[in-house]
């Protein structure tokens, strides 16, 4: 896929990107917004935390979606990576001191739970060819009853107790450079591992022969079937893959960058999920894209810290729905995104 194509694939989408940028300007000079002081680089710190959950969650599930299977639980095993990780945290620690590698067991153990538990989720959808969108609805349900009810058996509430957060890497020297030295080289771990899968991800999809293989199960199985390659495995690889990304997204959430695990309300997952449904929409099923629009939500939910901090006083209820207004300005702008020509069709290779 050439970028030449993407643009032109994708013209609607960033001309309204382009214009909320005006409109942003504009409304900066008409308003007299402390542009400069909005967008600082603890601004960029914080949008690009904040979009590292969304992003992996995102790629996940476009691998899924694009080989025919519609990974609707998301939301869910975001869920059960944070509780997981933080539990699996505070277990190894024996409830004391936790520690950076204490929280990095965390993060392991989150990624392949949830990737077994997705096990089931494939099972269900590809060899029983159950319902998708009910087995996806269910795994959320399942989740937000689970993760609370599991904190209250372990730590007697609906949160865990106080943890650390996965340090920074720091590079002496290079971190102390203007602008550049504290986004780039002073610099969570999670977020440049997020950049990684994401390059790993493109790649992937578009240049390796598995990847061919995932486009085809979702567009043309018949195809790809009588290519002598097995639909079903493909789909159980690639569902798998949307799991083992949620959880370590809901790992980042916790052990990452919250200082603990939330039970209460919708979880601290708080919607994350779903904006990453978006936001492989949103991208057109393109890793890359994907992440940028991840960015895009994240500064949405960076903006609200930013306005409080130069003064800019809007009740904490009007700023906490910018991400899900930003969802759905993007929903209108991404009217032209086509799916797989096969997600959501159950596929018998016996056949």
Not at 44 to 50: D, H
Not at 129 to 156: H, K, M, R, T
Not at 205 to 234: I, S
């Amino acid at each position: 896929m050439s970028i030449a194509h993407e643009v032109a694939d994708r013209r609607v989408t960033i001309g309204g990107v382009v214009a909320a940028l005006l409109v942003l300007v504009i409304g900066s000079s008409v308003w007299d917004l402390p542009l400069v002081d909005i967008l600082t680089v603890g601004a960029v710190q914080r949008t690009l935390r904040a979009a590292t959950p969304i992003a992996l969650a995102a790629i996940g599930g476009l691998y899924a979606e694009k080989s025919g299977v519609f990974n609707i639980g998301l939301e869910g095993f975001m869920i059960f990576g944070a509780f997981i990780a933080a539990a699996a945290a505070w277990i190894v620690s024996g409830g004391g001191t936790v520690t950076q590698a204490h929280l990095w067991v965390g993060v392991v153990t989150a990624t392949l739970a949830c990737a077994l538990l997705t096990v089931v989720f494939a099972v269900l959808t590809v060899r029983f060819e159950a319902n998708q969108i009910v087995a996806g609805l269910a795994v959320w349900f399942i989740a937000l009853g689970f993760a609370p009810f599991s904190s209250i058996v372990l730590w007697d509430g609906v949160s865990s107790p106080s943890l650390p957060n996965i340090a920074t890497l720091t590079v002496p020297g290079l971190s102390s450079l203007p602008v550049v030295g504290p986004i780039l080289f002073d610099i969570s771990p999670l977020v440049v591992l997020t950049v990684i899968v994401t390059a790993v991800a493109w790649v992937g999809l578009y240049r390796t022969r598995y990847g061919y293989w995932v486009q085809a199960a979702g567009e043309n199985p018949e195809a790809l079937d009588t290519a002598g390659v097995n639909v079903n495995r493909v789909r159980f690889a690639a569902v798998i893959l949307s799991g083992a990304l949620a959880g370590l997204a809901g790992a980042t959430l916790s052990v990452g960058f919250a200082g603990g695990f939330t039970g209460s309300g919708v979880t601290m997952v708080d919607g994350r999920g779903w904006i990453a449904i978006t936001a492989y929409l949103f991208a057109n099923y393109n890793p890359i894209g994907a992440f940028a629009a991840s960015v895009l939500f994240g500064g949405m939910d960076a903006l609200q810290v930013q306005l409080q901090t130069v003064g800019i006083s809007l009740p904490s209820s009007l700023t906490g729905l910018f991400p899900y207004v930003a969802v759905l300005v993007v929903l209108v702008l991404v009217g032209r995104t086509r799916m797989p020509a096969a997600a959501g069709e159950p596929y018998d290779t016996e056949d």
